[in-house]
């Protein structure tokens, strides 16, 4: 049986006079997983890491932490520790005294404290900084500081609310690495908020997907990108081609389909599928290439390059397709092979595909 750190048993948040921030929830996290809460701003991702923290009740449900039910239980008395996108550190003190700071309150001092305070240091690659006061600090340092001081407490949980949002882009992809390093060498459970999909899905052991106050889907990452559970999911991570399809036929692990534009179809059959039943076939724009003549077999439609990005390593088609509103979206590798020809726009093309690539999903 999974060792279950934190129990979410159907969690509903509901402000005055609001909607529902969170709505249902129900899900566990395991003890030493990094597990992420991602979705659009205003899904309620913070609420429902503020109800773990104790800052924020349920309005129905209960939340256990390490098997104790929680609504009894104040912030301060529960195993677990907050870090914010603000870096909330105090300017005026000392890298030292800012990490020291919660441990003196609880009674901590002399050769424990400093003994405490600089594994701490050692954790986040700051040995030897302990005297920098904290307004001397680069942001990604800061940032690393108040980790240390959430982790020199030694939580069950870390719960992290975009930590890395007030980072620039490089930073924040180097503190993304250290952090995935950090958690897993320290073992401690992280509970990581974010917005940003490769972000999570480059830092996860499971992510829940949230739209709305809904938690949609909850997976390992490659199996969130590559079978996602419904379209809302399947749209929000990452770009895909939705194309509406109708059920011809199904045979032994394999539909035919029929596709606006597209002509026949073939996927994998899911479970329940009945002839005559509409559905959504998706598909990964790297799961696609361009060629210029026509295939003599597989899976391919015929289409005309309406734009195109040069990406360096990789290059952006839209493809507009007869009988579509929307045009196919084609991401296709920088190849040698493929950098002699490139596509240029209005030029007639045939995207093709492996038939296993379709993903089926129910609306
Ligand atoms: N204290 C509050 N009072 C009323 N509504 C709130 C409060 N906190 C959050 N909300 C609302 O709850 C929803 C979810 O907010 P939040 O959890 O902050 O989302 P996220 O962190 O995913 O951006 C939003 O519609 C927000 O306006
Ligand atoms: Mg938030």
């Known amino acids: 049986m999974a060792d279950n750190i934190i129990r979410i048993e159907k969690v509903t948040k509901q402000f005055a006079g609001g909607a529902k921030a969170v709505d249902d929830a129900h899900f566990n996290v395991e003890r030493g997983e990094f597990f992420s809460l991602l979705g659009p701003s205003g899904c309620g991702k913070t609420t429902l890491l503020r109800m773990i923290a104790g800052f924020e009740f349920p309005s129905e449900g209960e939340i256990y932490i390490d098997n104790q039910a929680s609504s009894l239980i104040p912030a301060y008395q529960r195993p677990t520790n907050m870090v ?9 003190l000392n890298v030292f005294d800012n990490i020291a700071y919660g441990l003196r309150k609880s009674g901590l001092s002399g050769g424990e404290l400093k003994r405490r305070v600089n594994e701490a240091l050692g954790m986040i690659k700051l040995d030897g ?7 001397q600090l680069s942001g990604g340092q800061r940032q690393r500081v108040a980790l240390a001081r959430a982790l020199v407490k030694r939580p069950k949980v870390l719960l992290l609310d975009e930590p890395l949002g007030a980072l620039d882009k490089k930073l924040r992809e180097e503190m993304q690495i250290e952090l995935r390093q950090l958690q897993k060498s320290v073992g401690i459970t992280f509970v990581f908020v974010t917005h940003d999909q490769e972000e999570a899905l480059s830092m996860s052991d499971r992510i829940a997907v949230m739209v709305k106050g809904k938690v949609l889907q909850i997976a390992p990452p490659q199996e969130l990108y590559e079978a996602p559970g419904n379209v809302e999911v399947a749209s929000f991570i990452g770009s895909i081609n939705l ?5 011809k036929s199904v045979g032994a692990g394999e539909a035919v389909l029929d596709g ?3 002509g026949q179809l073939r996927a994998r059959a ?3 599928l009945k002839a005559g039943e509409k559905l959504v076939a998706a598909v990964r724009p790297e799961k696609l290439a361009l060629v210029s003549s026509r295939p003599g077999s597989g899976s391919f439609v015929e289409g005309t390059v309406k734009a195109s990005a040069y990406l360096g390593d990789r290059s952006h088609y839209h493809v507009f397709v007869k009988g579509r509103t929307t045009p196919i979206y084609v991401a296709a590798q920088n190849a040698e092979r493929a950098m002699t020809g490139g596509f240029d726009t209005a030029k007639s093309v045939y995207v093709t595909w492996d038939w296993q690539s379709l993903i089926l999903l129910r609306r």
């Open 129 to 135: 900084f302990g005297a920098r006061r904290g307004d």
């Open 84 to 92: 914010f996108q603000s870096y909330a550190i105090f300017p005026h």
């Open 260 to 262: 606006a534009g597209f």
């Open 243 to 247: 194309i509406d399809v109708t059920v």
């Open 270 to 272: 899911i479970d329940d």
